[in-house]
């Protein structure tokens, strides 16, 4: 399902996939152990990851089969780099990586001030090449959108060839937040949530999504 803005590119796409959404439910669940959170977490990613990389551009190549000679395609280009947003991203990253696992890995760190929910960057590191690679953005939670904004604000200054954003939960707010301030870049969320709550949190959402994942609560 996909939602483009009406007054700008800006896109939403929504992972209806029935695997998905059965997924989603049982990580809801306040009950649920660190180990399923995470296996599921990790089985979540990988069929997020079919979703997020389904238009990446191929090229054919010749290739020599037990039988004959043939073309076949191969993804073209370099590698795409996925981008975990520190800390709950890089519980998104392995099942990613399972499916793309010649991918190249960033990391920004950012945490969110508890009084003004504002991004405050501690931690950046990009590969190389960064124009000629197409960009990942991972966090499963676009809740205020604060993070992700400046996340992807700094990104844009290595210039890569492309930006996506990809979480699991989204708030209406942070993607009005998140568009507002990218318009060029696409999300996709396995499910846009009804609303914040006073503490940032997105309702009815899945609860910190760090803690669940690394079980510090
Ligand atoms: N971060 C989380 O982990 N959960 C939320 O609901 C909001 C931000």
Redesign the pocket.
């Known amino acids: 399902m996909t939602h483009p803005s009406t007054d700008s590119p800006a896109a939403v796409h929504v992972v209806s996939h029935p695997l998905v959404q059965h997924k989603l439910t049982l990580m809801r669940e306040k009950d649920r152990s660190t180990s399923s959170f995470r296996r599921l977490m990790h089985e979540v990613s990988m069929l997020m990851a079919y979703e997020v990389t389904r238009d990446m551009p191929v090229q054919m190549v010749e290739i020599e089969t037990p039988l004959e000679r043939t073309m076949a395609p191969v993804i073209d280009g370099k590698k795409t780099v996925f981008v975990a947003i520190l800390r709950?991203g890089v519980g998104f990253l392995d099942g990613m990586l399972e499916v793309v696992p010649s991918a190249r890995v960033g990391h920004v760190g950012l945490y969110?001030d508890p009084k003004t929910l504002v991004a405050v960057e501690y931690y950046f590191k990009m590969p190389h090449d960064m124009h000629e690679r197409d960009a990942i953005v991972l966090d499963?939670?676009l809740?205020?959108g604060n993070s992700a904004v400046a996340a992807v604000e700094r990104l844009k200054e290595t210039r890569p060839k492309s930006i996506r954003f990809v979480c699991l939960?989204a708030?209406p707010e942070g993607l009005a937040n998140f568009h507002a301030h990218h318009p060029d870049v696409p999300v996709y969320t396995a499910a846009i949530d009804r609303q914040?709550?006073d503490h940032?949190?997105?309702?009815p959402?899945?609860?910190?999504?760090?803690?669940?994942i690394f079980g510090t609560k």
Not at 200 to 203: E, N, P, R, V
């Open positions: 709950a969110r499963p939670m809740a205020t939960l708030a914040l709550n940032g949190y997105i309702m959402g899945l609860g910190d999504a760090g803690d669940r």
